[in-house]
Structure formats: structure tokens, C-alpha cells
């Protein structure tokens, strides 16, 4: 065998070697990407009275961008409704239909933890459980927050109000959420148009019906 031979043979060793090498990262990239809740969801929070949680007063709104991989959830969470420049990091687990996880501020603070029920496909209902001191001047308040959230894919949410809503985000807010973001809320295009918007005005109020479309 010749030195040509040798050599091109230790290189494709050393080539096969390093896509073994490979392959177990390949997997793992490919399960948090894919995995069946990994994508794009909205959380709706859900403003309770007395009477408990109503739908028609959403709380707030919150795109959330999840990988999934075996039973591990990890995401980001950024705040669409009321117009606040928030986001949050969300770690958790799934168990059969069941998630339960904590968020924590990115900036500031903040935690707290989510736990949620799929009722059907592409829909998580539960609670979320926050704790947080407010400081009155003439004393210091300690309390939890609690109330129903929702997730909802966002595939799903087609209210037309809610569309309106987003459309005034980038001129009102101008809110940095990644492109891959972006272009699940409204589409590149879309976003790329708006930029430069000055005349559009986030909503005041919203209701579920707002924001996820009525079935055909």
C-alpha cells in the first residue's frame, strides 16, 4: 500500500471518527427542536374577581418560544400584553399531559411556577403562582399572585384584535424579539413593514375571543 493509500485512508478514519462524534449532538439538537411541544405559544393570564377567572378579562399575553427534549421543557417568554418590555426564562418538566415549571425575570425580579393540564390538542389550561412584596411607604406588603393561564399554540390564535394588537408593537414598544419570533407573529414581511410605523396604538384591553379566533 502505498503513502497516497495510507493517508487517505487515516483521513477518512478520522472523518468517520468525527461524524460518530457527532451524531449524539445531532440527535439532542434534533429532539429539542422537534420535540412535540417545541414552537411557538401564547399564554394568556386570565384576571380573576370574585367570581374566579373570566375570559373576557385577559390579564396579560406572552409569546413563549419552548424546546422540548424527552421529558425537559426550556424556554424564553417575552410579554405582549399590556405593552412591557419583559421576558423571562422557563424551565420545567412533562409528564404524560402535564407540565410543570418555573420562570424566572431575565432583568429585575420575578418567579415564579406554572402548572398545566393539555385538554385537547395544541391547549394547556392551569395556574400560575407568583410571590412578590410591594413597598406602600407606610409598610411593606408580602403576598402571592395567582390566577389561570392558558397556553394556546400559536397557530391558533388568529383573532383579528389580536392581529391589530401585535401590529402596533414594533412602533410602539420596539420590542427585540428574535426574527424566528417575529415571523411566527405576523410574518418577516409583515414585520419588516411595520418598523417604521409611527401612527398605530397598542390595545387597552383584550378578552380570549380577541385572540383566539371562533372555529369556522
Same mark, same amino acid.
Given at each position: ?5 495510507? +493517508?487517505?485512508?487515516?483521513? !477518512? ?19 429539542? !427542536? ?13 384576571? *380573576? ?17 419552548? $424546546? ?5 421543557? $426550556?424556554? +424564553? ?20 399531559? &402535564?407540565?410543570?415549571? +418555573? ?10 411556577? !406554572? ?14 403562582? *407568583? ?14 399572585? $395567582? ?16 392581529? &391589530? ?29 411595520? *418598523? ?10 383584550? +378578552? ?9
Amino acid at each position: 500500500m502505498s503513502a497516497r493509500e495510507i +493517508t487517505w485512508q487515516v483521513a !477518512l478514519g478520522l472523518v468517520v471518527f468525527a461524524i460518530g462524534a457527532m451524531i449524539p449532538r445531532i440527535v439532542r439538537w434534533a429532539r429539542a !427542536l422537534f420535540g412535540e411541544l417545541s414552537g411557538c405559544w401564547i399564554e394568556i393570564t386570565y384576571k *380573576e374577581d370574585g367570581a374566579g377567572a373570566s375570559d373576557d378579562h385577559v390579564w396579560f399575553a406572552d409569546v413563549v418560544r419552548l $424546546r422540548h427534549s424527552g421529558d425537559q421543557l $426550556r424556554g +424564553t417568554m417575552w410579554r405582549l400584553f399590556p405593552n412591557e418590555k419583559r421576558a423571562w426564562k422557563l424551565e420545567g418538566r412533562v409528564v404524560g399531559d &402535564t407540565i410543570v415549571a +418555573t420562570y424566572t425575570a431575565k432583568k429585575g425580579g420575578g418567579l415564579g411556577l !406554572l402548572t398545566l393540564l393539555r385538554v385537547e390538542t395544541g391547549r394547556f389550561k392551569g395556574r400560575f403562582i *407568583e410571590p412578590y412584596t410591594a413597598d406602600h411607604g407606610a409598610g411593606i406588603t408580602k403576598d402571592i399572585k $395567582r390566577s389561570v393561564v392558558e397556553w394556546v399554540e400559536r397557530d391558533e390564535c388568529q383573532g383579528e384584535a389580536f392581529r &391589530t394588537h401585535l401590529e402596533a408593537l414594533p412602533s410602539v414598544g420596539k420590542l427585540d424579539y428574535p426574527r424566528s419570533i417575529r415571523a411566527k407573529l405576523l410574518g418577516r414581511r409583515a414585520w419588516r413593514q411595520l *418598523e417604521s410605523r409611527t401612527d398605530a396604538a397598542a390595545s387597552v384591553g383584550l +378578552t380570549r375571543g380577541d385572540i383566539v379566533a371562533p372555529p369556522p
